[in-house]
Nanobody, 129 residues
Framework: DVQLQASGGGVVQAGGSLTLSCAVSGLTFDDFVIGWFRKGPGEDYEGVSCIRPNAGTYYADFVEGRFTISRDRVMNMVYLRMNALSPEDTNVYYC???????????????????????WGRGTLVTVSS
C-alpha cells in the first residue's frame, strides 16, 4: 500500500520559514509524482508544488519563488521548504502521490488535486501577522 505522512507544520510569524516533510512508503520515486497541496476551512484543495520522477518540479503561481520542493531517495522523504510566509499561507498542507503513467496517459494533471489517488494526513501551518 502507498502511504504518505506529512509533518513539520507549526506556528510561524509572517516572513518566517518552515520545512514540511512527507514520509512515503509503498512506492518508488521512479514511478510516482509526489505533490503538496493545501486546504483551508470551507475551501477546495489547492495545488502548491510537485516533483516528478525525473526531478522536474512544478510550482503554483502564488508560490512566486518562495517555496522549494525536494526529495531524498535514501530516506524516502519529500520536503517543502517554505520561505517568506504570509498569513495567506495559513492552511492544512497535505502530500499526495499519483502514478506517472496515469498522468502521462492523460488521465490527470499534476496541477489538479483530484488526479492524486494516495493522500496522507495533513499538517497545519499557521502564519501569524
Amino acid at each position: 500500500d502507498v502511504q504518505l505522512q506529512a509533518s513539520g507544520g507549526g506556528v510561524v510569524q509572517a516572513g518566517g520559514s518552515l520545512t514540511l516533510s512527507c514520509a512515503v512508503s509503498g512506492l518508488t520515486f521512479d514511478d510516482f509524482v509526489i505533490g503538496w497541496f493545501r486546504k483551508g476551512p470551507g475551501e477546495d484543495y489547492e495545488g502548491v508544488s510537485c516533483i516528478r520522477p525525473n526531478a522536474g518540479t512544478y510550482y503554483a503561481d502564488f508560490v512566486e519563488g518562495r517555496f522549494t520542493i525536494s526529495r531524498d531517495r535514501v530516506m524516502n522523504m519529500v520536503y517543502l521548504r517554505m520561505n517568506a510566509l504570509s498569513p495567506e499561507d495559513t492552511n492544512v498542507y497535505y502530500c499526495a502521490a499519483v502514478e506517472k503513467k496515469f498522468v502521462d496517459a492523460g488521465f490527470g494533471r499534476i496541477e489538479d488535486w483530484y488526479s492524486f489517488g494516495s493522500w496522507g494526513r495533513g499538517t497545519l501551518v499557521t502564519v501569524s501577522s
